[in-house]
């Protein structure tokens, strides 16, 4: 939109690829925001002229700068603890990635602690190595606690968590789990439903749901996202 000439914009953001996301989806070089808005874009030279003496004037250098992003299927309470606790597995695209990521993770763990991980669809075809991550390959994170990965849909364990966390036995109704336990598909690995029988550790004790909720909404904004919809919001007394 087109700006008045009455007040100067707090700041303008220039030299990028900005993606609007309006009415004509325009994809434009510079932004000025006054008041929380933004008030105007199009080309660096139809903004930048807009500038006041008191307006922040930042050159992104050619990077994408995006509107708020808005989640809208999110655990919104848990993710503030997570990302104190839970080493981020978000883009390995090897398993000697993953596993390094883990043991710098341990380095700021108190000692014996488990050492948690989380990330997205874990796929042997996303690694450089063409194989599914296993027990053997936590077992060189430590082999004296547990170490636990997780993605949305399976839980890998380390040969101690193996030992400790799981069940030597399930109901023979449970034949997905028992076909996990034996070791069918890959070592330490459980798939949906099966890794519902693991009694797997905290990272560290929990938090009050208040602090929770505010480590959570400082994650997600230094994620930019400025909306989330919470798809399983804490119970009352938690």
């Given amino acids: 939109p087109a700006m008045g000439t009455t007040a100067h914009p707090d700041l303008i953001l220039s030299n990028g690829h900005i993606v609007t996301m309006d009415d004509r989806d325009r994809d434009v070089q510079a932004v000025a925001v006054r008041g929380g808005h933004i008030v105007a874009a199009g080309t660096d030279a139809d903004v930048r002229v807009l500038a006041g003496p ?133 070592p330490g690995l459980f798939f949906s439903d099966a890794r519902n029988v693991l009694r797997l550790p905290q990272a560290l004790p929990g938090m009050p749901v208040t602090h929770a909720l505010r480590d959570s909404a400082a994650e997600f904004a230094r994620c930019g996202l400025t909306t989330v919809v919470d798809a399983g919001p804490p119970r009352a007394g938690q």
């Fill in 54 to 186: 008191g307006t922040e004037m930042v050159d992104l250098g050619g990077a994408t700068a995006l509107p708020g992003l808005i989640d809208t299927h999110a655990h919104f309470h848990r993710i503030g603890p997570r990302a104190a606790t839970t080493a981020s597995l978000y883009g390995c695209r090897s398993v000697e990635d993953l596993v390094a990521r883990m043991r710098a993770h341990e380095e700021g763990l108190p000692d014996g602690a488990p050492i948690v991980g989380q990330g997205d669809c874990f796929r042997a075809s996303h690694f450089a190595e063409k194989r599914q991550v296993c027990a053997a390959d936590l077992d060189r994170v430590a082999c004296d606690r547990p170490v636990v990965v997780s993605d949305v849909h399976k839980t890998i364990l380390n040969s101690h968590a193996l030992k400790t966390c799981a069940p030597h036995s399930v109901p023979d109704t449970r034949t997905d789990v028992a076909a996990d336990l034996r070791g069918d598909v890959v």
